[in-house]
């Protein structure tokens, strides 16, 4: 059977970026490439809503999470991180073990932060760093970004913001709301397979790069910047990826930044109409356009649930972690999908929920996306 | 035209390999995915000749170096690296930037290390961890690493080894020489992009990265090892590139891994052959058989026959690095070349030497080629 992902990345790669990948590589030391490495950068730079640098490393999200952390934080310095889910714990277990006077602000699973509570926290703190998680991976919550990124302002600390799964599916104006570091990664909206991390740099971001006394090497940043108007990495870069990289902005710049924005939320609003139909919790009051997280009763069952998707339709959902383990579907709906996936997704979710004898009429899933996937631009329009 | 690599990594990627990362990913959390690591690393060992862990880092071969000093030495602890290029030298700025307590044992470049002299300078700097490379891609020069692994043993030294451009080329045998930590990575003799590096580690290896002080997360190979037993990585893997590790890995071992390193023992000998009848010396009296450097007198001009190469035959070998910039031709035969390959390359840089006024009959370089070629086994033998 196909298998379709419909997982919070890796997400499906379009055929068009596969086969960009699989043509012969440009060796990466040379004008070919480091054109090639100049052009995607500026792409990224357009989705990122930003002129500041975007450096790309060879690495997951947590490589360029801790490149944040080594480059951008001081030895003892104080700082502030939102642990609001697994990847917020993330940045936690990063600061702790670098060494950063960490005050970690604990939210239960499926809340998004409060502003202003953050703006005491930080203040009390003296927090010179402020490290959040935009759309947290693990509960499908979404924080409000633009107003975080005011309280680091006012509080001059610098802002840095994991959007690895939120970049491409939700507004991120790095420039336009100040965010000094903002992260993502290539198996996200940019619809590759991992193994690339990007992340943006302000002028105060980098000001802070040169003279950090914490050792680092492969994820000096102060060297990916030097490199980077001759279109060089340090090192050797995944060159088969950036091939890819380059073929995805275009992909995203085509149809248009706004225009993949607005899909997502479509698509996103569309999967939480169906299932609030089936009569499924969302887990978050604040939800992700990149992930769906749903409560499911253990009289139903996560895990069988998924199992059913998986082993009749093909379907590749994420279940919980940690205290969620076999408590939640992660839907994910991040990248190259359209209505067509929607419907598929929802129609087999009610059939597997029904199957788990969770009375749903055939068709009320559907019967409540269709009219929000009628808001969805034609393609051709 | 098209492109023809002859760089010692990138090397060109056979086209079954190019189709088979374009297959659709398996999500890296599934019984798929973890089935697929646990097969790819079963067969790595055997291309390693160990038993003990290989790790898959999502990185360069330089994140594979920086995992080595960060997880298995100590801060201030006395170690001792070799540098006789830049490669040697990387080694020793990573252990610089970790605070290790460095003895560099420099050559110049293109000599390889002497082990009694590394006996020496180990045990007067007591060092508890030797540093080497075993093939220098900057020179093309190989070390001998079964003495200097004997050397290490005799001194109860860790011996950590960049094989990252000759594994797969020649005979490395990790577990039967007793090499603590060995690296490679994706875009050299397993023919794939860059983007995957590798490391064994021996049981006195991992016994060192308990208990380590050394701050570290991304490449922290404790974490790595704990996940291994199920098939999994800390943090998402590069899947599309893990996809095409198990399709090189049987690559390799379908040939038979005894006959590869004979094909690259032939190929170099062959291309030595060749530019030795073009009257070309070689910068290294003990060469690797995955990179040839050769000098070239400045009245013919090393970049210049480079650039006649790649703008008359799409061939592209590297130049000369640091002080030996425009004075070498860095002619890669590692991975999946052939005897055609040879030939092509030859020929191409007789015409290019006999262009800049190298005089030179044409056929020289084949004739004295062709008689090594004939070592080959045929393919269907």
Redesign the interface.
Known sequence: M??R?F?P??T??PAEL??T??????????PEFQQLFTRTTTLLQRIYRTEDPVVVL??????AM?AAVVNLTLPGEPVLAVNAGKFGARWG??LR???RALHEVRLPWGESPDPEALRRAARMHGAGAIFITHSETSTGALADLEAIAAVAHELDALLIVDAITSLGAHPVETRGWGLDCVLS?S?KAFML???LAFLSLSARAQARIEGNPT?????DLGRALAGAPKGQT????????VLGLEAACNRILDEGLERVWERHQILADAVRAGVAALDLPLLSARPSNAVTAVRVADRIGADAVRAGLWTRWGI?V?GGQDDFKGKLLRIGHLGAYDAADIVLLLSALEAEVARRGHGVAPGTALAAAHPVLQRLTPADA
Do not use: D, N
């Not at 060879?58 to 490589?63: E, I, L, P, Q």
């Not at 340090?234 to 990826?241: D, E, K, M, N, R």
């Open positions: 196909q298998t992902l997982t990345g890796p499906p790669v596969q086969l990948m699989a043509a012969p590589l440009p060796h990466h030391r040379t060879s690495a997951s999200g947590t490589g801790e277990e990063l073990t670098y060494g990664g198996q397979p991992p193994g050792p680092r090497f492969y994820f340090p090192w050797t870069p995944a060159i088969s990826l590749k994420a």
